[in-house]
């Protein structure tokens, strides 16, 4: 009596709950439960019946049936996951990854006469909805750019992503679209996370906000992709390149000993170019940037300087170059301390000369004082000669004959 109902428990739960399947390969969502027939055992108890287990390792690695697990009706639950009913079914009421492999019956009936089944066993979960992490909002033309990762979690077996542009897919050629994935496996649900990295150069003139959307496929069982919400990036063409100047303070590049010089790189464009440096005609070893600054700069900094814009649509542009030199060095700028030199002591020359001349003239100027008075006395001296000759001269004229 107590057998009989529950068996008929058994049979009420399995139709609610669990699903009876009688073919030989069979899909089951993790989680749910699973019943496998008995072909050819009697309905009621006492049956002759044995279940065996193979896993898929031992299938597809070794082959060997002593790796077969018995289990058997007398016996209690094997491994808490596996029951064999009064029927002769076997019921796993949660199946998993771990459940995975071949199930095989062999029953005897009470006429003697023996059935065999097999079951290949597979299991499957379908993860949410795909999504796009880290989008674009702007796209080059011209430019190869990455446009989003794709990621799905919690699949099983792993499945696949795929990309569309314009609800059409993208096939990575390795040139204008290019795919990075990578699969991991969670170490204790065994699930699958997939991701996806899309990189595209979009064309010159084509959309200006084109649509692009991943989708997963799932490996088992079969049935429609899952999508992610699309995105749409902005695409702007890239504008030309001007002129690469190079502006450099102090202006003229000249400096003294341990002074500081600024080099700027000045290359208008979107988005915009990697600067590289370059002296005397070969790059330096520095990382990308506009500015060059060379603090407490001694005679091995001297030299012609530029610098080169790199733009991925345009290619390398170089400025004119600019000639750094130090005051007092010899070298390269000995021609021109001596010019300065010079000028130096032409102007200290010409000062003398003025000098030498408004001292000239002061001393002319005052001999023409001290030369005038004297010339006066003279004529005075003259005028009271004169003067007493003519008294004279009347005297002699009257005391004639």
Same mark, same amino acid.
């Given at each position: 009596?107590?057998? +009989?109902?529950?068996?008929?428990?058994?049979?009420?739960?399995?139709?609610?709950?669990?699903?009876?399947?009688?073919?030989?390969?069979?899909?089951?969502?993790? !989680? *749910?439960?699973?019943?496998?027939?008995?072909?050819?055992?009697?309905?009621?108890?006492?049956?002759?019946?044995? @279940?065996?287990?193979?896993? &898929? =390792?031992?299938?597809?690695?070794?082959?060997?049936?002593?790796?077969?697990?018995?289990?058997?009706?007398?016996?209690?639950?094997?491994?808490?996951?596996?029951?064999?009913?009064?029927?002769?079914?076997?019921?796993?009421?949660?199946?998993?990854?771990?459940? $995975? !492999?071949?199930?095989?019956?062999?029953?005897?009936?009470?006429?003697?006469?023996?059935?065999?089944?097999?079951?290949?066993?597979?299991?499957?979960?379908?993860?949410?909805?795909? *999504?796009?992490?880290?989008?674009?909002?702007?796209?080059?033309?011209?430019?190869?750019?990455?446009?989003?990762?794709?990621?799905?979690?919690?699949?099983?077996?792993?499945?696949?992503?795929?990309?569309?542009?314009?609800?059409?897919?993208?096939?990575?050629?390795?040139?204008? /679209? %290019?795919?990075? $994935?990578?699969? @991991?496996?969670?170490?204790?649900?065994?699930? =699958?996370?997939?991701?996806?990295?899309?990189?595209?150069?979009?064309?010159?003139?084509?959309? %200006?906000?084109?649509? =692009?959307?991943?989708? =997963?496929?799932?490996?088992?069982?079969?049935?429609?992709?899952?999508?992610?919400?699309?995105?749409?990036?902005?695409?702007?063409?890239?504008?030309?390149?001007?002129?690469?100047?190079?502006?450099?303070?102090?202006?003229?590049?000249?400096?003294?000993? !341990?002074?500081?010089?600024?080099?700027?790189?000045?290359?208008?464009?979107? &988005?915009?170019?990697?600067?590289?440096?370059?002296?005397?005609?070969?790059?330096?070893?520095?990382?990308?940037?506009? /500015?060059?600054?060379?603090?407490?700069?001694?005679?091995?900094?001297?030299?012609?300087?530029?610098? /080169?814009?790199?733009?991925?649509?345009?290619?390398?542009?170089?400025?004119?170059?600019?000639?750094? %030199?130090?005051?007092?060095?010899?070298? +390269?700028?000995?021609?021109?301390?001596?010019?300065?030199?010079?000028?130096?002591?032409?102007?200290?020359?010409?000062?003398?000369?003025?000098?030498?001349?408004?001292?000239?003239?002061?001393?002319?100027?005052? !001999? #023409?004082?001290?030369?005038?008075?004297?010339?006066? #006395?003279?004529?005075? $001296?003259?005028? *009271?000669?004169?003067?007493? $000759?003519?008294?004279?001269?009347?005297?002699?004229?009257?005391?004639?004959?």
């Amino acid at each position: 009596m107590a057998a +009989g109902a529950a068996a008929g428990a058994w049979v009420l739960v399995l139709s609610l709950w669990g699903a009876v399947v009688g073919g030989q390969n069979v899909t089951a969502q993790i !989680g *749910e439960p699973l019943v496998l027939n008995c072909k050819g055992a009697p309905k009621k108890p006492p049956q002759q019946l044995e @279940w065996k287990l193979a896993p &898929p =390792f031992c299938l597809q690695n070794t082959g060997r049936t002593e790796a077969w697990k018995v289990l058997s009706p007398q016996g209690g639950p094997w491994d808490s996951v596996a029951h064999v009913l009064p029927n002769g079914s076997l019921l796993l009421p949660a199946i998993g990854i771990q459940d $995975e !492999g071949t199930f095989r019956c062999r029953a005897t009936n009470r006429n003697g006469k023996e059935t065999k089944s097999n079951y290949r066993v597979r299991v499957y979960q379908i993860p949410g909805k795909p *999504e796009i992490v880290d989008p674009a909002s702007e796209l080059m033309a011209g430019i190869p750019s990455k446009v989003g990762t794709c990621v799905s979690k919690g699949g099983y077996p792993a499945g696949t992503l795929s990309w569309h542009l314009d609800g059409k897919p993208l096939v990575p050629d390795g040139k204008g /679209v %290019s795919v990075k $994935e990578q699969t @991991w496996r969670h170490p204790e649900t065994g699930l =699958f996370t997939l991701q996806s990295e899309l990189m595209v150069t979009p064309a010159e003139g084509g959309a %200006s906000r084109p649509t =692009f959307s991943c989708s =997963f496929s799932p490996g088992l069982p079969r049935r429609r992709a899952l999508h992610a919400a699309p995105i749409q990036p902005s695409v702007w063409e890239p504008e030309p390149l001007e002129e690469v100047q190079l502006v450099v303070e102090p202006e003229g590049g000249v400096v003294a000993p !341990g002074g500081t010089v600024t080099l700027t790189c000045k290359a208008p464009a979107q &988005p915009p170019p990697q600067i590289h440096w370059m002296k005397d005609g070969v790059p330096l070893s520095l990382s990308p940037s506009p /500015v060059l600054i060379l603090p407490e700069v001694g005679p091995q900094d001297q030299g012609t300087y530029s610098c /080169v814009a790199t733009h991925p649509s345009h290619g390398p542009q170089e400025s004119p170059t600019v000639s750094i %030199s130090i005051i007092g060095s010899v070298g +390269g700028s000995g021609l021109g301390t001596l010019a300065l030199a010079l000028g130096i002591l032409g102007g200290l020359g010409t000062a003398a000369l003025l000098i030498g001349i408004i001292m000239w003239r002061r001393r002319r100027h005052q !001999g #023409e004082e001290r030369k005038a008075p004297e010339n006066q #006395e003279e004529e005075e $001296e003259r005028a *009271e000669l004169n003067q007493s $000759e003519e008294p004279e001269a009347g005297e002699s004229s009257t005391g004639g004959p």
